[in-house]
């Protein structure tokens, strides 16, 4: 029985490659850049919330030194597990978003207002989606897992940004100051969801592309068209 593996030609692979590893480098520089406002400006207000979106941007910088990295240093088959890494280090900042959540609830803190808190989660709500979008297009045309699953990191981001917005919004406005841990709660909560459903191995493979009796393999963008035959069992 032949089978046909369908991909990208060679010239497409690479300009596909290049794209990922642009949107990889961009995603790595927004995020260093975020991480550094949010702990500072959550440091200056003591806002949790801010503080733990921060925590939370480091991760992602190191899932984009991890795409940067696959495509330097080529994995084999068997290293495939790599590629969920980035979703289990998520979960590592949770357990000190949700113990300063928990304290700043228990103590009744007033966190300050932070416009460039709230002004930051503005920017990360129009950029992010974006840049999940691409990336998650991009890593399907590649039939690359980890690519999908950094572009996946860069859409909870969107989401865990909204969550940040509402609780400084909230705080700034109507001076609810229990808002603030709130959302730094729902922030360690997502953390550690992610974590969880990384370890147990959901969440880090790509859509399979189409394929003809045979299957696609994605540890690392492997690409090429490709026709084998296998004989019939006799």
């Given at each position: ?5 369908i991909?990208?030609?060679p010239?497409?692979r690479?300009?596909?490659g290049r794209r990922a ?13 975020k ?10 207000a003591g ?8 925590l939370?941007?480091v ?15 080529p994995?084999?088959e068997s290293?495939?597990?790599s590629r969920?890494?980035s979703?289990?280090?998520r979960?590592?900042p949770w ?6 959540s928990?304290?700043a609830?228990a103590g009744g803190?007033?966190?300050?207002a ?21 990336q ?6 590649l039939g690359s897992n980890?690519?999908?699953a950094d572009?996946t990191?860069?859409l909870?981001?969107t ?8 609780g ?9 100051s ?9 922030i ?12 147990r191995g959901?969440?880090?493979c ?5 394929t ?5 393999h994605?540890a690392?963008p492997?690409l090429r068209?490709?026709?084998s ?6």
């Amino acid at each position: 029985m032949s089978s046909l593996t369908i991909g990208p030609d060679p010239t497409e692979r690479r300009r596909l490659g290049r794209r990922a590893q642009l949107l990889a480098a961009t995603s790595v520089s927004y995020n260093l850049i975020k991480a550094v406002i949010a702990i500072t400006a959550g440091t200056l207000a003591g806002s949790v919330a801010l503080v733990g979106f921060g925590l939370d941007s480091v991760v992602e910088v190191s899932s984009g030194l991890v795409i940067l990295w696959q495509f330097r240093h080529p994995l084999p088959e068997s290293a495939s597990g790599s590629r969920c890494e980035s979703s289990q280090a998520r979960s590592s900042p949770w357990p000190l978003c949700h113990g300063e959540s928990v304290r700043a609830l228990a103590g009744g803190a007033e966190p300050d207002a932070s416009p460039l808190g709230i002004g930051l989660a503005l920017v990360s709500l129009a950029v992010m989606p974006f840049l999940s979008w691409a990336q998650r297009r991009t890593g399907r045309q590649l039939g690359s897992n980890a690519v999908v699953a950094d572009g996946t990191q860069a859409l909870l981001c969107t989401y865990l940004s909204a969550v940040l917005l509402c609780g400084l919004i909230l705080n700034a406005t109507l001076g609810w100051s229990w808002a603030d841990p709130i959302a730094g709660l729902v922030i360690a909560a997502v953390a550690f969801k992610e974590g969880i459903g990384a370890w147990r191995g959901r969440g880090c493979c790509a859509p399979k592309p189409r394929t003809c009796g045979t299957r696609w393999h994605s540890a690392r963008p492997q690409l090429r068209g490709s026709v084998s035959s296998t004989p019939h069992a006799p």
